[in-house]
Structure formats: C-alpha cells, structure tokens
C-alpha cells in the first residue's frame, strides 16, 4: 500500500479545479503540506463550513449563504434594472467593476442545441416573473459574444416582446486593444458599433 495513496487523491481532486492540471495540483497541495497549520486546516475549515451553508438565491441565482442574497435584499439596488448573466462568475465579474448599481439574473448557461440545451433549462421563464414582480424597465442582456450567447440574447429579446427596454453590452476593441491583435469578428462588432466622434 502507497504511503503517498490519500496524498495523490488530493492531488487529483485538486486538479479536477478549473485552471488546475496535474502539475500545478502537486505544487498547490505541496505548498499546503508546509503551510499546513496557516493554510491547510482553515481552507478545510472554510470549504466544509461553505459546502454546509451555500446555496442558490431563490430569487435571482446567486451564490451566497441566505435563500435571498445581498443584492436582491437591498432596497438601494431595486432601481428598475436587471443584468442578466450566463452565470454567477459573470455576476462576481460585473460586480468587481463596482459600475453597476441595479439587480442581476443568472441564467444558468446559454441554448445550445447541440448539447440539448433548451428554453426550459434556463431560468427564463423566472426572468419574466421578476419583470412584473420587481417593476422592471431595463433589462440589461450581459451574455458572452458567441454564438450561443447571442443566439440566447435574441431568443429572450422575442420572448420579453415590448415589456421592457432591452440592452446589451458594447462590443469591440478594448481598451489598449491594439487593431493588429484583434481577431475578425472583435473588429466587425466594433465597426458596426461604432459612435460618432
């Protein structure tokens, strides 16, 4: 029996964790080893207390430890607005900008017909509840610029009909983007998005 056996079962349920391949698990669960008392034992701690206590907000698919999360709590944050997002690192990412000031809405992924993802899998029709339950007159569509992405964009935009003013983010050239760099498709969005000068 390997004196190494539940060494390797972390190294490999550690590198199961996205941006992790075998080789940075071993340094990770290496350096945990030696930082065992500092680092090791609170990161058990807090994965076993937050595996226990989180969960999905009921009301728009965020992660947090209460059945509603902070920002749908918040009175300050009910201004008629919802970004709806593909999922919740979207939601964290829109939120580290500290730039928008209104509610979101995961969907849960994007249609895809070849992975046999449908209008019922998302949390759509949820979406629809929210416009008349929450007084809703912008809905933000913050859907990543690929096909699926887009064609989501589209399909909630038929759905939510008139009910609301329908947005999107601008797509284009980055800031500090430099053209030569730019693939095709990031240069078409940003021509025909363009705006007068």
Not at 17 to 26: E, I, K, T, V, W
Not at 57 to 69: F, K, M, Q, V, W
């Amino acid at each position: 029996m390997s004196s190494t056996k539940d060494i390797d079962a972390l190294i490999e349920l550690m590198s199961k964790l996205p941006g992790l391949g075998p080789r940075s698990a071993r340094r990770a669960v290496l350096h945990l080893i030696r930082k065992r008392g500092q680092q090791m034992q609170p990161l058990a701690d807090m994965m076993t207390h937050v595996a226990m206590t989180a969960r999905e907000c009921l009301n728009c698919g965020n992660i947090g430890t209460a059945d509603i999360c902070d920002i749908c709590q918040s009175d300050n944050r009910a201004n008629g607005q919802i970004c709806v997002v593909e999922d919740v690192s979207d939601l964290w990412a829109m939120e580290r900008t500290g730039a928008f000031k209104g509610r979101y809405h995961v969907l849960g992924g994007t249609l895809s017909a070849l992975d046999g993802v449908g209008p019922e899998d998302l949390a759509i029709p949820r979406l629809r509840d929210r416009i008349t339950s929450e007084n809703v007159r912008e809905v933000i569509l913050a859907l990543n610029a690929t096909i699926d992405g887009q064609t989501t964009a589209h399909y909630i935009a038929d759905t939510l009909g008139d009910q609301v003013t329908l947005s999107s983010l601008a797509q284009g050239v980055p800031i500090g983007g430099e053209l030569d760099y730019l693939d095709d498709g990031t240069i078409s969005a940003a021509l025909n998005a363009r705006k007068t000068f």
